[in-house]
C-alpha cells in the first residue's frame, strides 16, 4: 500500500487482472485509498416528482418528464454499464483472499493513533520508531487551518484535535512549530481542553493534565443492578456496555502516570485550566443526572472497602470472559484500549497471557503505509465485506457455482457463531446462529450481518447445500427471535430503546442504545422474503414499522449508513421483496425523494453533516460511488430501470459511475459514506465503493435479482 504526498492511501492492483470466470491469486495486501480529488458541492439536479398517490407524474417548469429514454440511447448505454461491470467484477474478484473472505480497510479519524500512542506511553511500552511512523500518518491528516476533522472534508473537531496536539507533542513535535501554534489557537478558541467531551478529558486525567475529580463518576457497582433496573449495564448498547465496565474500573482508581510535559497552552484560562460546569436546572433531565453525579462523587469517597473490591473483582471478570480469541474486545478499538488500562490496574502484568494477546490484536488492526507511515484501524470488516461482495458478484453475473464464490461460502459458514453472548441476557431461550462484522467477535453477533449473510448464502450453488442449509435455518430463527416489540429489528440487542443511558453526564459521545433503525429493519424483511417467508406475520410486523418510519419527504434515515440515501437505498429492495407495489404511495415518494436529490453531474451524494442538519444536508453532498450505487439500487428495485420504466434519473446514474470509473475498474472515495455513530463516529469503508457499484450496475445490466431464486434447492427453505 502506498500514500500520496499527503499522506493519503493510493490503490495497488494486480498488473495482470484475472479474467471474470476464473479464481484469482489471493493478494500480499487488500485495498488501498486513492488519493482525495477535491470536488466542488454540487447542487441537486430536479428531476421529475411523482405525486403522493403515486399515480402521475408531475412535469415541472425546469423538470423533465419520466419517460421511456430511445432505445438508440439506453443501448448504448447498456454497452458502457457492461463493460465497466465486466472491469468492476474482475478487480473485485482480484481482491478476494485466499482463504475466501474479502476485507477492505476500514478508515475513521486520528483519534484512534493519538490513543493508541497515549495507549503506549500509559502502559510504559511506547517506542520511538512506532511513534514515528504514528506521527507522521497524524500530521499527514491535519487540515490547513491546523484542525483535524472526523470526516473527510468535515470542519473542524476540538477533542479530535486536542488528541492529535497531544499525540504529535508526545512524538517530539515543538509547540511553536506552525502546523502546531495552529491547533493550539483553534483548541483555545473553541474553549480549550475544558470544551472536550468526556473521553478526551479521561485519556488527559490519566497523566494529570486534567482532574478526575472534575469528570463524571461511573462506579464498578454498576455491575451489581439486575437487568431489569434502569442504567444496568445491559440498557447500554453492546458497543458502549463494553467499553463502560472497564471505565468503571479506571474510574475507581484513577491512575496518574507522570507526565512528560505541561498542557498549559491549551488552556483558554491558565489561572483557572479546569473550570466547574453550571448545573443544569433540577427539573431537566440533565440536571437531574449531574445531581446524581455530585452523589455518585461523594460515594467515591466513601465506598465500602470489601464492596468496591467486589465489584471491581466483577468487572475484572467480566472484561475477561468477553476477550476474543484475537485477543481483542468486541472487535473495536474503544472497549480493548480500556480494557487493557483496567485489568492492568487490577494487577494483570504485561507479560500476563490476556495482556499479551490484546496488545497483539493492536498489530493487527495497524496499516504500514510503504513510505513509512502507521496508522490503525478502529474495527475489521471482513464479514461484512466478503458478503456483500458475494451478493455483487452473482448479481453481476457470475456464475453461482464460480469458485471464487464457493471459497467464499465456505468460509461464512465457517464463521458461524453458534454459541451464545451477551444478546441471550434478553432472550435466554432462542437458540444461537448468526454472523459478526469481524474476524473474532463471538460475544456479539449483529442481525444486520446475519441478514446479509442468508441474502449471499441463498445466492452461491454450493456443492453441499445442505450444510448451507444449515446455517441459513438457524440464521433465519435467530433474526426472528431477535425482533423487538415493537416489530422492528436492531443490530446487536433486542428492545436497547432506554433513553436514560444518553442523558448520563458520561455518555456526552457518540449513541449509546440500540434502538430498530430502518437500514437494519429493512435487510431482515428482505432476507425473510428471500426465504419464502414475506407473508409471515413477523416479516409483516417489520414491513409496517418501515412504512410508519418513512420521513415526510418520502426518505428513511441511516442508521449505519449515510444518510438518508443509505437508508432509503436498504428499505425500498426490502418493500418490494416483501411484496410492495412499485406503484405504492410509499415507493412513488421515495422515488421522487431519490429523483430530486440527483445532482447535476449525475450522481448522488450525502455529506455527514446530514446527521446534524438535516434541512440543508439530507441526501445532498458530492457525488460518491457507493452513494450513486444505494440510490441506484432503490430506484432500479422500485421498477425504474431497463426492466420497467426508463427513468433519465437512472440513466444519468449509470453514466456516472462508467464515466467515473478508474482504469483499474474500481472509484475513487475519499468521502466517508459509512457511519459508527451518527456524526460523532464516521467511517470510510475502501471496499464500498467498489462493492455497491458492483451490485447497482450488475442489476442494472442483468435485472433485479428474484426473491427465493438463489441457491433454490432446500436452502432455506419457507416455515
Known amino acids: 500500500m502506498t500514500a500520496t504526498a499527503d499522506g493519503r492511501l493510493d490503490p495497488e492492483y494486480d498488473p495482470e487482472p484475472v479474467a471474470v470466470g476464473e479464481h484469482p491469486p489471493a493478494p500480499e495486501r487488500l485495498n488501498g485509498h486513492q488519493a482525495p480529488v477535491a470536488a466542488p458541492l454540487l447542487p441537486p439536479a430536479n428531476a421529475g416528482r411523482w405525486e403522493a398517490d403515486g399515480t402521475q407524474p408531475v412535469r415541472q417548469a425546469d423538470e423533465p418528464t419520466v419517460v421511456r429514454m430511445p432505445v438508440g440511447q439506453a443501448a448504448a448505454g447498456a454497452a458502457s454499464a457492461e463493460e465497466a461491470l465486466a472491469r468492476a467484477t474482475t478487480h473485485l474478484l482480484s481482491l478476494q483472499s485466499s482463504e475466501g473472505w474479502w476485507k477492505g480497510d476500514l478508515e475513521t479519524n486520528v483519534t484512534m493513533d493519538a490513543e493508541d500512542l497515549l495507549l503506549r506511553q500509559f502502559l510504559g511500552i511506547r517506542d520511538e520508531e512506532l511513534t514515528k511512523a504514528t506521527a507522521e500518518w497524524i500530521r499527514s491528516q491535519q487540515r490547513d487551518d491546523g484542525t483535524w476533522s472526523t470526516f473527510y472534508g468535515g470542519p473542524p473537531e476540538l477533542s479530535t484535535t486536542v488528541e492529535a496536539y497531544v499525540a504529535l507533542k508526545l512524538a517530539g513535535d515543538d509547540p511553536a512549530a506552525a502546523h502546531m501554534q ?112 455530585r452523589l455518585l462523587h461523594a460515594y467515591h469517597k466513601r465506598a465500602l472497602r470489601p464492596l468496591r473490591r467486589t465489584a471491581l473483582a466483577q468487572a475484572a471478570r467480566w472484561i475477561v470472559e468477553r476477550q476474543e480469541a484475537d485477543g481483542c474486545w468486541g472487535g473495536i478499538q474503544p472497549p480493548a484500549v480500556y480494557s ?62 464460480h469458485p471464487a464464490l464457493v471459497s467464499a461460502v465456505d468460509w461464512m459458514v465457517g464463521e458461524e457463531i453458534t454459541r451464545r453472548g451477551d444478546w441471550s441476557v434478553q432472550r435466554p431461550s432462542l437458540a444461537p446462529g448468526g454472523w459478526a462484522f469481524e474476524f473474532e467477535n463471538d460475544n456479539y453477533p449483529d442481525i444486520d450481518d446475519t441478514a446479509e449473510v442468508v441474502l449471499a448464502l441463498r445466492r452461491v450453488a454450493h456443492p453441499d447445500p445442505g450444510r448451507v442449509a444449515g446455517s441459513v435455518d438457524r440464521a433465519v430463527d435467530w433474526n426472528l427471535g431477535m425482533q423487538s416489540k415493537n416489530g422492528a429489528w436492531g443490530a446487536f440487542d433486542v428492545d436497547n430503546t432506554s433513553v436514560l443511558p444518553n442523558r448520563l453526564p458520561f455518555c456526552d459521545f457518540g449513541e449509546v442504545v440500540d434502538p430498530p433503525s430502518a437500514d437494519v429493519t429493512a435487510h431482515v424483511v428482505e432476507m425473510l422474503a428471500e426465504v419464502g417467508m414475506a407473508d409471515d406475520p413477523r416479516t409483516r410486523r417489520g414491513v409496517r414499522w418501515l412504512l410508519e418510519n418513512q420521513e415526510a419527504d418520502g426518505s428513511w434515515f441511516g442508521r449505519w449508513g449515510t444518510n438518508y440515501i443509505y437508508g432509503t437505498g436498504s428499505v425500498l429492495p426490502a418493500l418490494v421483496a416483501a411484496g410492495l407495489p412499485a406503484g405504492h404511495p410509499a415507493i412513488r415518494r421515495a422515488v421522487a425523494w431519490l429523483e430530486d436529490r440527483q445532482n447535476a453531474d449525475g450522481g448522488w451524494g450525502e455529506d455527514m453533516r446530514s446527521y446534524e442538519d438535516p434541512e440543508h444536508w439530507a441526501g445532498r453532498g458530492d457525488s460518491t460511488a457507493s452513494q450513486t450505487a444505494w440510490a441506484l439500487m432503490a430506484l432500479l428495485a422500485a421498477g425504474e430501470g431497463p426492466d420497467g420504466r426508463t427513468n433519465p434519473a437512472v440513466e444519468r446514474g449509470v453514466d456516472w459511475l462508467v464515466r467515473t470509473q478508474l482504469p483499474e475498474g474500481t472509484w475513487d472515495e475519499p468521502q466517508f459514506t459509512g457511519t459508527g455513530f451518527p456524526w460523532d463516529f464516521s467511517i470510510n469503508y475502501h471496499l464500498y465503493r467498489l462493492v455497491f457499484p458492483v451490485t447497482a450496475l450488475g442489476r442494472y445490466v442483468h435485472g433485479s435479482p428474484a426473491v427465493g431464486a438463489g441457491t433454490a434447492a432446500g436452502i432455506g427453505a419457507a416455515r
Not at 182 to 203: N, Q
Open 182 to 293: 495552529a491547533a493550539a489557537r483553534h483548541i483555545r478558541a473553541s474553549g480549550g481542553i475544558a470544551a472536550t467531551r468526556v473521553f478526551t478529558r479521561i485519556w488527559l486525567a490519566l497523566f494529570g493534565w486534567w482532574p478526575w475529580e472534575r469528570l463524571p463518576e461511573m462506579p464498578p457497582e454498576i455491575m451489581f443492578l439486575p437487568k431489569w433496573l434502569p442504567l444496568n449495564i445491559y440498557a447500554f448498547g453492546c458497543w458502549a456496555r463494553q467499553t463502560i465496565v472497564p471505565l468503571t474500573v479506571v474510574s475507581a482508581h484513577r491512575p496518574v502516570r507522570p507526565a512528560p510535559f505541561t498542557l498549559a497552552e491549551l488552556h483558554t484560562d491558565p489561572a483557572n485550566p479546569f473550570p466547574e460546569r453550571p448545573l443544569a436546572p433540577p427539573t431537566t433531565w440533565d440536571g437531574l443526572f449531574e445531581r446524581l453525579d
Open 340 to 401: 487493557l488500562i483496567a485489568l492492568h490496574l487490577q494487577g494483570y502484568e504485561l507479560e500476563h497471557p490476556v495482556m499479551q494477546a490484546g496488545l497483539a490484536a493492536f498489530d493487527r488492526f495497524t496499516v504500514h503505509t510503504e513510505d513509512g507511515m502507521r496508522w490503525m484501524e478502529a474495527c475489521q470488516s471482513p464479514v461484512w465485506d466478503t458478503c456483500l461482495a458475494t451478493i455483487a458478484l452473482v448479481d453481476a453475473g457470475v456464475g453461482a457455482d
